[in-house]
């Protein structure tokens, strides 16, 4: 997941929500600082929150994912989902 996040590859997007869904807390956390990193956005996920977190801020992502599909970008502020700017 580490190469996921080194590129602009949005391709990887979808594959990487998935994976915020992991039966392992490492696999999520990569997941989620791959796609914070591809994207600039962060939309709190927590790793080692409870399932209902983790739930809120996965479909929060595919809301992002699917806006910025249909809307060829995402960087516009289409989404009615909870973005903040990630900065490292």
Not at 8 to 28: F, I
Not at 49 to 76: L, V
Request: no cysteine; glycine share 6%; hydrophobic share 30%.
């Amino acid at each position: 997941m580490k190469a996921a996040a080194d590129t602009s590859r949005t391709d990887l997007l979808e594959p990487l929500s998935k994976k915020l869904l992991d039966p392992d807390p490492a696999v999520r956390m990569f997941a989620d600082i791959a796609l914070r990193k591809l994207t600039g956005r962060d939309f709190d996920f927590k790793p080692h929150g409870t399932p209902a977190e983790r739930e809120e801020a996965h479909a929060r992502w595919d809301r992002y994912i699917q806006d910025s599909k249909s809307s060829g970008g995402g960087e516009d502020g289409k989404t009615d989902a909870k973005i903040t700017k990630h900065q490292e």
